[in-house]
């Protein structure tokens, strides 16, 4: 992989790792507010706490798979002479 694709992949990792980061607060959001409502309706307030769960696992599920997906790897210069 050159330096450029190397750029390329990176940006996909952490593209995914905001992706997952939003679905993440998202649903946390979600599960919040079907919590503070759960003295009403009963149905809005499952159909919000499943929604925002799901999106929770999924934004784990998407953020850890952009920070574990590639490893950037530095490599040394093996010139092995000064001038």
Do not use: C, P, R
Not at 40 to 55: E, R
Not at 61 to 75: M, P, S
Request: a negative charge; aromatic letters at 8%; hydrophobic letters at 55%.
């Amino acid at each position: 992989m050159n330096g450029h694709d190397a750029i390329l992949v990176l940006l996909q990792d952490v593209k995914e790792l905001l992706y997952g980061i939003f679905w993440l607060l998202a649903g946390a959001l979600l599960l919040l507010i079907g919590v503070l409502l759960l003295d009403l309706s009963g149905g809005i307030t499952l159909l919000l706490s499943a929604v925002g769960a799901l999106l929770v696992f999924g934004g784990a599920f998407y953020a850890h798979h952009g920070f574990h997906h590639h490893e950037l790897v530095e490599k040394q210069d093996q010139t092995g002479g000064t001038t």
